[in-house]
């Protein structure tokens, strides 16, 4: 076989196995993020107010999301590098501390959830909004300690590669979330009508469920049994503990300023009226799903990635990494034509309001435009994080979303007069400037890799 046909069969190989573990963790993240969807959807269905409430909600409780998916991405990362190294006997111990982690993460966020209502006035949301959105808050701030116990619960599965729980469990939540919804949004026979309240708790029920799941699943699974995950109760331990947060605490801080910037923009957007604020829900809801497809491929690369460089495997480090690449780009290409032709059809799925509809639009369609540095910068901050590299991709995220895009989007709208399309520009700028710096980083890193004897 010639170089040419075996380096054709290499990339076949590539993309078919990061296909296949990243599958799951895509349906699963987009069973994730279909809960927001509902939310929405229902929101929308209600009133206009009540899908502002929900907007801004889902606004400050995305912060809690961040922040665990961040921190506890520690958990893939090191199991990865445990279980490519053969070192499975250590993963139990390591597992068992990062729970201590996850539910201190969640205690302390569900108070922040409870107490961020007090927020709404200092960033000037619209005082029709504020009673809702308080009660959503307040509502889903109980279900902040069980959704980081399910990211740490279902990060050791991704870990060793085994994504299809991932997939399975948020079907499973979305599929009890729609009727739970239902019923205590809009009210049926003896329960009353409970309004953005009633989603959050629904939201909030949904996730205990899928946490109390996940764990039953790993605690009674043949797979995971010789992790000697249930062998012992261990009380916290600082060292594991930190070196966990020193591995992950750089990774939260990397999605926490993406995030957030998407955040400053829902809340700043917020100050324009409750069209405006609706506009920008139905479009960042679907930016939000088609974002699921690069996660997913971004979260199985880390997988790939770290397995890899776990082996001391730097050319498979190098091809893991390039088939990220590769499939992302296909996947943001679809995201972009949809959001680009399909925008009038899907922002009346989401309300039936003209004004509503027809910003939102307007809105996809900047959407369109950062599909792929989008695309990019995730697939990048995954490779980084299979090869425990965290510290500067945390700088190069600082810098292109606070230090380039909230300034820049609220410069154009809010001093230029550009509204919610001027501040969705300040996105763009910022996703490109990461994508770039990012690709670099790992352009870099695994160019020194495969050079190394």
Request: hydrophobic share 60%; proline share 5%.
């Amino acid at each position: 076989m010639s170089n040419a046909d075996s380096r054709v069969a290499r990339t076949r190989r590539e993309l078919r196995a990061s296909f296949v573990l990243a599958l799951p963790l895509v349906l699963g993240q987009l069973a994730a993020i279909a809960i927001n969807v509902v939310d929405s959807l229902l929101a929308g269905r209600h009133g206009p107010v009540t899908l502002a409430a929900v907007a801004v909600g889902s606004a400050l409780w995305s912060v809690a999301l961040m922040i665990c998916i961040g921190v506890l991405m520690a958990v893939p990362a090191t199991v990865a590098h445990l279980n490519g190294a053969g070192r499975r006997g250590e993963v139990g111990a390591v597992w068992r501390q990062a729970v201590w982690l996850a539910l201190a993460m969640g205690l302390v966020l569900g108070a922040l959830m409870w107490w961020s209502p007090r927020l709404l006035a200092l960033f000037g949301i619209a005082v029709e909004v504020r009673p809702e959105a308080t009660a959503f808050l307040h509502a889903i701030a109980f279900g902040a300690p069980a959704l980081s116990l399910y990211f740490c619960f279902r990060n050791l599965s991704e870990g060793i590669a085994w994504t299809t729980p991932t997939m399975v469990f948020g079907v499973a939540g979305l599929a009890v979330l729609i009727p739970l919804g239902i019923v205590l949004m809009f009210g049926a026979g003896p329960v009353p009508e409970f309004g953005a309240g009633g989603l959050g708790a629904a939201t909030a029920i949904v996730l205990w469920l899928q946490a109390t799941g996940f764990l039953a699943y790993l605690r009674w699974s043949p797979r995971f049994a010789d992790f000697g995950l249930f062998a012992e109760v261990e009380r916290p331990r600082w060292r594991p503990i930190r070196e966990l947060l020193e591995l992950g605490l750089p990774m939260g801080i990397s999605i926490f300023m993406e995030g957030s910037l998407f955040v400053a923009t829902a809340l700043l957007i917020g100050r324009l009226g409750t069209i405006a604020v609706a506009a920008h829900q139905v479009a960042i809801n679907v930016a939000s799903v088609c974002f699921m497809l690069p996660l997913g491929l971004a979260m199985a690369t880390t997988v790939r990635v770290g397995h890899a460089a776990g082996a001391g495997d730097a050319s498979g480090v190098r091809w893991a990494a390039g088939a990220g690449y590769v499939l992302v780009l296909g996947t943001q290409t679809a995201a972009a034509l949809l959001l680009a032709f399909a925008a009038t059809p899907i922002s009346r799925l989401y309300s039936q309001d003209p004004a509503v509809v027809a910003l939102a639009v307007v809105l996809m369609r900047y959407a369109a435009v950062f599909q792929f540095p989008d695309g990019i910068q995730a697939l990048s901050n995954g490779a980084l994080r299979g090869l425990k590299d965290t510290r500067m991709p945390m700088v190069i995220t600082v810098l292109a979303y606070w230090g380039v895009g909230m300034p820049l989007g609220a410069w154009f709208g809010l001093r230029l007069g550009g509204g919610a399309p001027g501040l969705w520009i300040g996105l763009i700028l910022g996703l490109t400037v990461a994508g770039v710096l990012l690709a670099l980083r790992v352009w870099r890193l695994t160019r020194r890799a495969t050079r190394r004897p």
